[in-house]
């Protein structure tokens, strides 16, 4: 694995997963009957949706939140433009469909030219600094890749250099909180290093939640309709939703892990344990944005420039300035510290974020907050987390819950083995379980190839 100096932060961009506000809702009565009917309108749900119409077969997509997006919402209300509440980001833009996709929309998706930079107390480290710190993250890397190879998954903390120095807490924020979520002692070293390249930040200016709605324009969908009791058996299924019961042939259910097990929707029979176990073990991690609208930019920063700190432990967060040249800047917090930050509320996070801002740049710099917010994720009720991480032991989760399970079949970021913890994941992923459930229904031969996909090429391990 090679570790560069403009990418060594990419690995801010994998937050997983959030919808445009103002989506329209189904005005129609609810349809009584579909050939597949789909459980959540993220990212994974409208792909196992457009794949199904794009077979003309007839499907419904009931969500329960009142717009389309799952974990990809772009808020256009709080302040004067957009801004991204849960995922910011697409990747690979030679594989992803998304990219192309939301270009043929209308919509502007462009690289995203993000600087990089780490200060050490009110100053910039310098250039050796630096490269020490790249230094000991690819050091980190190369234990948590060479551990991965051994007979028995272990935790990416455990497997650690134990002579990382100054840049110990550094390194141990940006491999585990801010690049899955959860700390790393929480995290597989076999998930970790599995995973796919996240190469290169493909943006889009109106935000990520505005274009998975704008890929679901066209759908037939319900909003504000969530899924009560799925009643299923090999042959086919009934969904009980306050607006009614629909049946069909087969279903795909795109709820995160979280919610899966969390027994927000009641199964007939129950799912296996097989299945529930599984999604324990992929449980979502913390990752939250608090957004301050700094005009006259007083931190002195380019657009989209990332800064993070020297740090002594894992309670620091990670700068997103001036994003997409306006004057918003995001300080994320994430694992285990963002997570006990977010059950404080609000309040609690945007002192800590002016707390750490004025650390880092001085009082003048935060004198001048306009506006601010921020992302409770953990608390919304729809998601109950950011992106899912396997715990040590729990990477074979992935592909098990990719097994069909009647003619249900499960899809989301936390079903995909490689992409996991983003919206190319998610996405790939409805387009896989919408092949599974359209042969399972015999829309499909099991000769004739996939739709729109193109071969992935596996890449280093997760940044």
């Given at each position: 694995?090679?570790?560069?100096r403009r990418d060594f932060l990419t690995a ?22 579909a050939d597949i009917v789909v459980i959540g ?195 086919d299924v009934t969904v009980e939703t306050p ?221």
């Open positions: 694995m090679t570790m560069t801010s961009a994998t937050l997983a997963v959030a919808p445009a506000l103002g989506a329209n809702a189904w005005g129609a009565p609810l349809p009584r009957e309108a993220g990212a994974a749900g409208i792909a196992a949706a457009r794949r199904i119409m794009a077979a003309n077969r007839k499907v419904i997509v009931v969500e329960a939140a009142g717009q389309i997006g799952g974990r990809c919402l772009t808020d256009t209300a709080t302040f004067d433009v957009p801004f991204d509440r849960g995922a910011r980001w697409m990747h690979n833009p030679d594989t992803n469909p998304m990219i192309t996709l939301g270009r043929n929309a209308g919509l502007d998706v462009y690289p995203a030219p993000l600087g990089q930079k780490i200060r050490i107390g009110r100053r910039n480290a310098r250039a050796g600094e630096t490269e020490e710190f790249l230094a000991a993250l690819v050091r980190a890397n190369r234990a948590i890749d060479d551990a991965s190879r051994g007979r028995t998954d272990v935790s990416c903390a455990s497997v650690l250099p134990k002579d990382l120095g100054d840049w110990a807490g550094t390194v141990e924020f940006m491999l585990g909180a801010n690049a899955t979520g959860k700390d790393l002692k929480e995290i597989s070293v076999i998930d970790k290093a599995r995973a796919q390249e996240r190469n290169a930040a493909i943006a889009c200016r109106q935000g990520m939640g505005t274009l998975i709605a704008k890929l679901g324009e066209q759908i037939p969908l319900s909003l504000s309709t969530p899924a009560s009791r799925i009643a299923w058996s090999g042959r607006a009614g019961k629909i049946a069909a042939r087969a279903a795909i259910v795109t709820v995160s892990s979280n919610v899966l097990t969390a027994g927000n929707i009641k199964f007939t029979p129950d799912i296996p344990k097989r299945q529930l176990d599984a999604a324990a073990k992929l449980s979502l991690g913390s990752y939250d944005h608090i957004v301050l609208q700094l005009p006259r930019n007083p931190l002195g920063l380019s657009h989209d420039d990332i800064i993070i700190e020297q740090s002594a432990s894992t309670r620091t967060a990670l700068l997103f300035a001036n994003m997409g040249s306006s004057a918003l800047c995001s300080i994320d917090v994430a694992g285990s510290f963002g997570r006990d930050l977010s059950a404080q509320g609000e309040p609690a996070m945007i002192a800590f974020a002016v707390e750490w801002l004025t650390k880092l740049f001085g009082s003048e710099a935060t004198s001048a907050i306009r506006k601010s917010s921020a992302t409770r994720w953990n608390a919304a009720p729809f998601a109950l987390g950011a992106m899912s991480v396997a715990a040590p032991g729990g990477q074979p989760s992935r592909k098990i819950l990719t097994e069909p399970i009647g003619c249900m079949f499960l899809a989301g970021e936390a079903t995909h083995e490689t992409m996991w913890g983003t919206v190319d994941g998610a996405w790939e992923s409805g387009e896989r379980a919408a092949e599974a459930a359209l042969r399972k229904i015999g829309a499909l031969r099991d000769t004739e190839p996939e739709a729109g996909r193109k071969p992935k090429r596996r890449g280093a391990p997760i940044r």
